[in-house]
Each structure stands twice: as C-alpha cells, then as structure tokens.
C-alpha cells in the first residue's frame, strides 16, 4: 500500500518579524490617545451669542435693484481700471454729503499686465476711531455685464452708504453712527480681490478697522450665504458670525448656508477664498460675506440683469443694514479672527481640532519609531535606504527648482499673489512649450538619479525593511514640521502617513492589495485636487491652476520643501511596492561615472580619435 508524503505547511510569519514587522498592538493602543482631544473636543463645542438687533429704516429692494441694471446696462465693460463705472459710483453719492476719496494703485493681473486701478471711499464720520468697512467691488472681466457679481452689490453698498447722508435742501433722515463707517467701492475683485487686498494692506484708513462686511452677488436666485475663509487658517469672530447669521435669519426664517464640515476642513488645511473677505482675515481683522453665489462666481456671460430678484436684494439689504446697525452699537463684542468649525449655530474652536489632528498622528510616530527601533536590533543597515532616499529628493528638488526658476524667468503667467481667476486663460491655458522644456529637463535629470536606483541584483527583505522605514521616517519628519506651521494641514498628510505605514506588512502580498495600499496614501492631494476641480468647474485644470497659484506667488514657498519631501518619501514607497526598489548601490556595482559623464566621455573620445585619424582614415570598426 503506497504511502501518502506528508503535507509540507508553509510557514507563518510571526509578528515582529522581517515579514511582519510593523507592531500593530503598539498602533492600535496608541489610538487610545486619540480619546482625551476628542473628549476637550466635544467640550469646546460652543453656541456664540449674537449682538443685539439694532432697528434701522427698511431697506430698498426695488430701488437697489434699478441701480444694479443700470450700471449692467450703462457699463457692462467692467474691467479693472474701467474709469467710468469709478465715476458712475461717484456721481451717485456725490449729492448725499459724504466725503469721497479715491485710492489709486496698480497691480499686475495674470495674462493681462499691470493695470492701474482705483478705490473710491465713501466716509461716514463716527464718534468713534473703530472703523467699520462695507465693501462691494464693481468690475468683472469685461465678457459680460455681470448685473450679479457684481452690479448688485455695488448697488447694494450705494443704498446703504445712503442712509448716512442726505442731499442738501431736503429734510435730513440721515443716520449718525457711533462708529466711522467706510463704504468701499474695491476694484479687481474679479482677479481675487485685488483692491480689497491693497486696501487691507496700504489704505492710510485701514488701521482703525475692526469688521468688515462684503457684498459679493446679493441679487441672484441662490440661496443666501455666508463666506468666512481667509487667506490664513482663520475665520472672523465667532460673535460677528453668528450676528451676521442671526440678522439674515430674521429676514428669510431660516440660517443661511455656509461650507460643509469637509470643506470647511479643507478650507482651513488649503487655505483659500475668492471672495474679498479673505485678505481681511489674514490681516487680523473680522470679516465676513454674504452673498448669493456658489464657491465659484457667476458666469459673466450669462450674468444679465433678467437673473436680478428684488426680493433677493431685500432680504440681503435689510440683514446688512442690520447688521451694520447692531456692528456700530456694539462693535468691540466682535472684533478679531479665529479658527473654528461652524455646526450649524454652533462652533467647535480650532485649537481643538488641531488637538485632535495631532493626537491623530501618534499612532503612526510611535509605529514608526518602533519600526526603527527594530531595524536597529537586527542591526539592518539603513544607510543605503537613506542614500536612496537622498536621490530622489535630489530629482525632487531638480524638477520644483526648475518651475521656480522658469517662475523667476517670467516662463509662467505672472501676477500679483492673489487667488487667480478660474476663468482666466492663466488658469485654463495651460504652458504646453513651457511645460515640454520643463519635463524634458526633468528627463534629464531622471536619467543622471536612475542610474544609482535600478536593481542590479535580488534585493533581501532586510534591504526592503529599511527602504521602508527610511521613508516612513522622512514622513514623519515632514508632519512634525507641517505641526509647526498649519496643524490643519494634518489632514492632508494623515492619510498618506497611516496607509503607507502598513506597506511593509503587505510587501509579500498580492500586486493588488499593495496598489491599492499605496494608492489610499494619495487620498489628501486627490481631495484637494478634488474640491478645486468641483467647487471651481476647473475639472482637469484644477492641477496647473494649483501650480499657477505658486507660480503668482499666493501659496507660499514653503510649501515646496514640504512637497519635495513628500514626494521623495511617495516615490521611494512606490518603487517598493512596484517591485522596483533597490537600495543604494556600493561604489563596485555601478560604473564610476554617471549617465551625464559616461556620455560626455563618450563624445569627447570619438572627437580626439577622429582628429588622430584625419579625415580621410577610416576607422578600424567600419573597415572589418
């Protein structure tokens, strides 16, 4: 009778081992310190009182509106420096009494140059030093009369500015503040608030403001919102918001909308705004809009004047004209900025979302640290991880050190480092000529860092483990210093930090799962990627509309270094799980010289073999 040979078992990996080395009891118990900041979280949860309500003349819609259609009608050519849309303003308050100022600057817009702009000031005097500003910008970009965005508000800012004058020889009804009350016509608002940002940061009036109200597409069939996002991860006072939300509750029964929890989230780790509240919050300064619009502006060539709803304009002029009498009667209450998280009518301080981010990225260090820690007992070097790990930051530092100097070099749309207009050609256009001579220098300089990165030889789990850690490592190290500037943008980093993590378990896994590991580890870039391409209908164009914004210099350079870490960590980990990683090599398994020199060796030699020659040799090659 024929013997059966036993059943060879495959062997398990334990836990701890060069197969399974990351600690995941260590993970999941210091999860459990994630559950005191949820806990400070929840008490931080809080309801801000609004101010009182301060009774003003009823506002007039109807009227607002015939102002709005003639100046969508009379001057639908709004460009930035248009002259006489500058002087229509005027002339309609010229008559009230109020003192008007006109501050001229330029600056320069993506694709269109330097142009020369104006902000025209009108002044209603106060009691008071604290200063309130009521803002509408009146341009658009020339393709359309854009009787919302913003005819509208520019109406809207004249009928309030108004009610604190009167023309001479008629019975005076106007309104006396106890705060100076400043109404700003901006210019370049439709290329990301240019004259509202040189207004916040060189008006001689700015340095008595205390809050300002934006006007920005008040006429339009949208439901009423509140924009709050600065050019900072802050937002107004908790007080001025839920006033202002308060008086608009009043006039349609109901809160007016603001950003989902995601995107508020996202609005604080990217911070970023259209709207010209922004530079005031960045400035330290409360702030606020209300408006009709989406995140994205009205299209100027479908924004005509038969889209204009009275009742609309009603409800927005009667909540900002009380909230500009509540504001003047109790204007130090809600003063300031600060981060926080709105739900509804309440609030969750950002301190404490912060808490909760960082405690969120314990796990990940202490798995980390551990994953280190064991490398070093099995004594598994890591200094040829680290090395590889030096090339690619190298390539990484090459490619975005070239768009910086192509930056400096003018080869991008330059402007001023405001938020770019998603319907400009800079942010749809993309540099083909530019971007080809770009990638083939980073070709180029692909070649020069391959050389030491393809495998020569079978590479050991041991070298694979540290090819791992050393990027985990540098990970960790770019989050501390993302803590150190925006704790919000945590939230773009968190995910890349725990999915990679456990792609040194998965390495002997299935292609599939370890694709699919390192690609849940992109997911914040694709968020973000994601809001711009849908909040601003930039689809595919969100990612050169995202370079431009670093190109014009809104999106500081910091970033860059943090992006090239980042990068460096994301390449290394995708070669390890491609199956494509090698560590870097000792001196005796490459050539001594590089692709660059090898190449220009090559050259060098056939020039000084064919001067020995002459030109009438042949080569030895060619005659055998």
Known sequence: MATVPP???????????????????????????????LLVLAFSVARPTPLPRAFLPEFDGRATKQLAVQLATDYPNRFPGSLAAADWFRDQLRSYGLPIRTERFSAVIPGRGRVQMQDVVAEAIGRSPRTIVVIAHRDNDGSGPGAN????????????????????????????????????????????????????????????????????????????????????????????VETTATRVAAQIGRSPARSSILRQLVDLAFPFSLYEQAPFVAKGIGAVTLTTAGDNRPDPVTDTTDGLRADKLTQVGRSAQDLLGTLDAGLEFAQGTSSFLYLGSRLIRGWAIELVLIACLLPFLAAAVDLFARCRRRRIPLAPALRALRSRLGFWVWVLGLFELFRLLGAWPDGAARPVSPRSTAATDWPARMLLVLALFAFAGWLTTRERLLPRRTVTPEEELAGHTAALLALGALAMLVVATNPFALLLLLPSLHAWLWLPQVRRTAAALRLAVLALGFAGPVLLVGEFAGRYGLGWDALWYLAELRAVGYIPFIVMPFLVVWLAGGAQLSALAARRYAPYPDAAEVPPQGPARRVLRRAYLAMRDRRRRGPDEVPEALES
């Open 149 to 240: 965005d913003n005819a509208s508000g520019t109406a809207m800012l004249i009928q309030l500015a108004r009610a604190y004058g009167a023309p001479p020889g008629l019975p005076s009804g106007a309104l006396h503040p106890n705060h100076t009350i400043l109404f700003v016509s901006t210019d370049g608002g439709a290329f990301g608030g240019l004259g509202a940002a040189w207004f916040a940061a060189h008006s001689p009036l700015r340095h008595d403001v205390a809050a300002v109200v934006n006007l920005d597409s008040v006429g339009g069939p949208g439901p009423i919102r509140l924009e709050l996002d600065g050019d900072t991860a802050r937002t107004g006072s908790g007080t001025l």
């Open 7 to 37: 059943r060879t078992e495959r062997r398990r990996a334990r836990p701890g081992s060069v197969e399974l080395p990351v600690n995941g009891r260590l993970y999941r118990g210091t999860w459990l310190l994630v559950g005191l900041p």
